[in-house]
């Protein structure tokens, strides 16, 4: 029937741009079909193509931050940069008695900007509930990592357990989320907690812990030297139980995660080639998020970034938590990673920020536009094909 037939065609539109970003390759001359939202094709674009939606710049599946703490965007701009990861840690420790309703606003503030900075979905550490109402209603999808630690201390194990046990089951899956209960940090979770973990995760599809994001933390398991001793010290924890296993902390790790699960190393800016090569002889699941600015904003280094790619592990990006950086932005991570490692090509860069992060995450129709897909669709305006400084992103929807 011709009016179906017309109705129909109107439902799907077409779009074009100067570069399109399928996922995996850009493409020029090109055209993305969506019906609904959902992918139906990307082809090369004809001469005299009609109704084509056209962008300046570049077009791209819905960005994926695959590190994030949103209950801490309340913590914006109150600690100081530059100090290390230890200090940060007891600036953070020590700030409470935060008014509620101040920490809910800025998790919609945020939870809102990030879906308009072309943000699909995140990975986001929950140490708390409070972020659950906003998640329920989201359109981004989040994957909540209820974060458990002890602090090495076998006496806080049960205590600490049952209060994120807690937090892990005010979390649900609906609205397309997902959760998973993770370990904190090697230097801060024992291994019966890591067992219990495990347990409490039976079937879950991915992991994350923190890893390497300080010298400090290598030192601390290889010999016991470097600050951990003092920091644990300063805040009133005996760590005299400890007993350092003569390895870098990630090793630690791989002891007493799941090895069956997807893993999700976070951080890794001590992380060098063997440590890179022994966690995929461990696990063939293993992805790096990699939060450049809150790097620099701590501890003022970067990854190396030349080990990943030489051994070819699969990156993400993550934008860590407004404690640690200026803005929860996938694009401004790409800006200062590209800024310092211009050797990157910019197809890998852009893969580590949608498809490599929705596998990491098993969010199976986001990060790629492949037919059947519901990714989103974001513009990097001022996009010239490789240089992403001067790029403005804008969600089109
Ligand atoms: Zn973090």
Redesign the pocket.
């Given at each position: 029937m011709p009016f179906y037939r017309k109705n129909l065609n109107n439902m799907i539109k077409k779009y074009s741009a100067d570069f399109i970003f399928d996922g995996e390759r850009l493409h020029q001359n090109a055209l993305i079909e969506f019906e609904q939202g959902i992918v139906k094709t990307l082809r090369t674009k004809e001469e005299h193509e009609e109704e084509v939606l056209y962008y300046e710049g570049l077009l791209l599946p819905g960005l994926i931050n695959t590190?994030c703490?949103l209950e801490l965007s309340h913590l914006f701009g109150k600690v100081p940069t530059g100090t290390g990861l230890l200090p940060f840690l007891r600036h953070v420790v020590s700030m409470r008695d935060v008014d509620q309703r101040e920490v809910l606003d800025a998790i919609e503030e945020q939870n809102d900007l990030m879906w308009k900075a072309g943000i699909q979905a995140v990975g986001d550490?929950s140490n708390k509930a409070d972020t659950a109402a906003t998640k329920a209603k989201s359109p981004i999808q989040y994957y909540s990592f209820i974060e458990m630690f002890d602090m090495m201390q076998a006496s806080f194990t049960q205590q600490s357990y049952d209060q994120y046990e807690a937090v892990y089951h005010q979390f649900d899956r609906a609205n397309g989320n997902n959760k998973a209960a993770v370990p904190h940090a090697p230097y801060t979770v024992t291994q019966d907690l890591f067992e219990r973990i495990n347990r409490l995760n039976e079937g879950t599809s991915t992991i994350s812990i923190?890893n390497q994001e300080t010298a400090h933390e290598d030192q601390y398991f290889i010999n016991k030297s470097g600050g951990f001793s003092d920091f644990y010290q300063s805040i009133g924890i005996n760590d005299e139980a400890f007993s350092p296993t003569g390895q870098p902390s990630i090793y630690y790790a791989m002891a007493h995660m799941d090895a069956a699960q997807k893993t999700l190393f976070?951080?890794n800016t001590m992380t060098t080639p063997d440590h890179i090569k022994d966690a995929y002889a461990w696990n063939k699941q293993v992805f790096w998020a990699t939060?450049a600015n809150?790097n620099l904003y701590i501890e003022n280094r970067l990854p190396d970034y030349k080990a990943f790619l030489d051994t070819n592990a699969t990156l993400t990006i993550?934008t860590?938590?407004l404690s640690s950086n200026w803005k929860l932005s996938i694009l401004e991570e790409l800006k200062t990673i590209q800024k310092y490692n211009s050797f990157i090509p910019i197809e890998l860069l852009l893969r580590w920020a949608t498809k490599n992060g929705a596998a990491a995450l098993s969010f199976d129709t986001l990060g790629s536009f492949e037919a059947g897909k519901k990714p989103g669709l974001v513009q990097f305006k001022h996009f010239d094909g490789s240089n992403l400084q001067s790029c403005e992103v804008e969600r089109i929807f």
């Open positions: 590190h703490h550490i923190h976070i951080h939060c809150a993550g860590d938590s």
